[in-house]
């Protein structure tokens, strides 16, 4: 038998591209290949790309340069670009990067094994269609391997919200919803392979609408649903649309054990007229009173957010009204970016914010940001927390994991193992963690 070959996956981006990168890694298992953690001695190399933002972008060429050498050396070594910059530009990408043999868009990953077999044969292939065909359901002749403690699970995909500033609609295209037999078989087999939490992913998954035994499900039908799965002790989902929060799913967040305390609930911005011109279609305050019901059904609730300073046409005082948005949230975790013009999409024509200014607002929003964080974390000091360990930690006997509310926690003396799941007392909360110690 000949020795396996070698595919070495590079994940840029968001969650479900991890998710992907692993369906992916699963499809070719299938042709005989298997993962290795360097480009140098790989086969194949695929690049699971991000488009969301201009420098994500662009990595994607500087970093394709760097294998030159590797495939002047090795003219059998196969280069592919996958994920959202292979469906935004694949025929640029060819066009600008000779090394490129394969492009290959979210949506066509089960096709991968043809498409290897016709690049062995040196032919460029392309692959950016939205087919018919449900690539989850083509994906799954994967290995029966057993694997760590947490896990993704796409549940839909796609968005039909168009943000003024987002690629996402026309990278992933129109948003589907998975059935739901299919999401638990899925959960049942991660289960069955040691998985303990799972993550539901969508690019809008709180509008989930999978297909039922009674008709449609929601997000909270699911999540229940989910919650008889024997062994799964954690659900969390992400990424959520403040229009889509449903009540079932609030009062789920209040009612469900397995369902965790921690929502991401982007909100971009505070100025009623920028969130308009975002085409966000709900205001700071809807958001705001939308936080309270949230919080009002779990009091406890860990809220993150995403924010994009320095949108076209935001004044001093635009901005200003984000401050105050996230003063009154006070935000567990947040994720800030300067906004990013991108080509085709409708804010690219629009009058642009000083680059300066933005940066600067960027810094005061992430310092005001990263204030938030801190107290949040610090003030889980003294508090009793469930921790799912995940690995081994740095010093003899210390294990590592996260809480309930995503925090990471150290643990010393501790004889638990990856997987098990424990209390423990928070004592000290450093730069980026929370130290603790077991309850017995
Ligand atoms: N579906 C999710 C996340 C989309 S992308 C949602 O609706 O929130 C993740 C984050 O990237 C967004 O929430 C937004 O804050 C940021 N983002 C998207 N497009 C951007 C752009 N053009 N420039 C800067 N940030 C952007
Ligand atoms: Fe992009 Fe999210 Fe807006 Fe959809 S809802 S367009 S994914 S930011
Ligand atoms: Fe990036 Fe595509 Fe995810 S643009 S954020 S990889 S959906």
Redesign the pocket.
Known sequence: MSAPKKLFIKTYGCQMNVYDSERMAEALGGEGYVETKSPDDADMILLNTCHIREKAAEKVYSELGRFKGLKAEKPDLKIGVAGCVAQAEGQEIMRRQPLVDLVVGPQSYHRLPEMEAKAREGEKVLDTDFPEEDKFEKLKNRPKAKRGPTAFLTVQEG?????A?????YT?GAEVSRPADRILREAQDLVERGVREITLLG??VNAYHGAGPNGDMTLAQLIWELDKVDGLERIRFT?S?PNDMQDDLIEAHGTCAKLMPYLHL?V?AGSDKILKR???AHTAESYLRLIERIRAARPDILISG?FIVGFPEETEADFQATLDLVEEVKYGTAYSFKYSTRPGTPAAERPQVDPKEADDRLQRLQALLTTQQREVQDSMVGRDVTVLFEKAGRFPGQMVGKSDYLHAVHVADCDRAIGDLARVRILSSGANSLAGALID
């Open positions: 968005c039909d919200k168009f943000c500033f987002c690629v996402v609609p992933r690019q809008n990424t649309h982007p971009q975002m085409n966000r995403d």
